[in-house]
């Protein structure tokens, strides 16, 4: 039976690229392997893979008895409800440690860095294992994606380094026009349901017993949710009151060239914000200069104003 490879809920560019490049690797490497998503993938890695002539992993949302290799994420909310079921044998990831456990000793490449596919650049290289150049083509849009082309700080030497390496092998000149037509790609909000939007990239976390949601939306300017803004912030509302309620929905809308977010704000506290980001909240929203990582900036200072 292969071993079953998924990243977190509301997939991304990496977690559905590491998916299929670590099904790659460990194939490679004698263990069957295959790459499946929890949700249908976003248009910007609808964009990436298609750019690159790589096929969308299946959508699959149950693990129950199977062998599985985790990419992108350790937090068990972020993983299939029956993952206790299942068995962990690998970890890729780039995220602090969360709380899955295993019963038995497995294989974790866990490193501080920007993106996943970083990680697994330096996999596929420990293994002396070479990389296809489609699969080098996604992972090097991934660690674009997730580094936002360098700028955020959670971007490392050892990110840029993976890129400059994978762009060669890929054939490509200029990786950072990909990277600008990537994000403009997920920029585009026309036509797009305000729940979709809400949802592209949100994950739930549990902050000293209280749940709490935020998304976020990076665009290329702010400017284009403009007329949205109201319906973002209804819809994060109606979000709140969700399964079994929530006591934040936070929603970051973060311009990748003013590199900056306005955070809208959805909470039982509203004050929570004021603590954690030392600002003094008057209405719905605060825009937060330098605040463009969700992983690095926004999880961390809602911890610590909620513990
Ligand atoms: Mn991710
Ligand atoms: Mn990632």
Request: aromatic letters at 6%; charged letters at 25%.
């Amino acid at each position: 039976m292969a071993v079953i490879v998924l990243g977190h809920k509301n997939p991304d560019t990496d977690t559905v690229t590491a998916a299929i490049a670590v099904a790659d690797l460990l194939t490679k490497r004698g263990v069957e392997a295959k790459a499946i998503t929890q949700g249908a993938i976003n248009p910007e890695t609808d964009y990436v893979l298609k750019k690159f002539g790589v096929a969308a992993p299946a959508v699959q949302t149950s693990v129950e008895g199977a062998k599985v290799a985790l990419v992108d994420t350790t937090e068990l909310t972020q993983l299939p409800d029956d993952l206790a079921k299942a068995e962990i044998l690998y970890v890729y990831d780039h995220h602090k440690l969360g709380d899955v456990t295993t019963s038995g000793p497995l294989e974790m490449w866990v490193w501080p860095v920007g993106c996943t596919g970083t990680v697994v650049k330096n996999a596929y290289d420990f293994y002396g294992i070479e990389i296809p150049k489609a699969i080098a083509g996604i992972m090097l849009c991934a660690i674009l994606s997730d580094t936002v082309m360098f700028k955020s700080p959670t971007c490392t030497e050892c990110d840029k380094k993976a890129v400059e390496a994978l762009a060669k092998i890929a054939g490509v000149t200029d990786y950072m026009a990909i990277g600008l037509e990537m994000f403009k790609v997920k920029s585009a909000v026309d036509g797009t349901p305000i729940r979709d939007l809400v949802f592209r990239d949100y994950k739930d976390f549990n902050m000293s017993g209280k749940k709490v949601g935020i998304g976020q939306l990076e665009v290329v300017d702010l400017s284009i949710l403009e007329p949205i803004k109201a319906q973002l912030l209804e819809e994060c509302k109606k979000v709140k009151g969700e399964e079994g309620g929530r006591h934040s929905v936070f929603l970051l809308l973060t311009d990748i060239m003013k590199e900056g977010s306005e955070m809208l704000i959805v909470s039982d506290d509203p004050k929570i914000v004021d603590k954690a980001f030392s600002v003094t909240v008057t209405g719905s929203s605060v825009w937060l200069p330098k605040v463009m990582s969700r992983k690095k900036q926004v999880v961390p200072n809602f911890e610590k104003a909620f513990a």
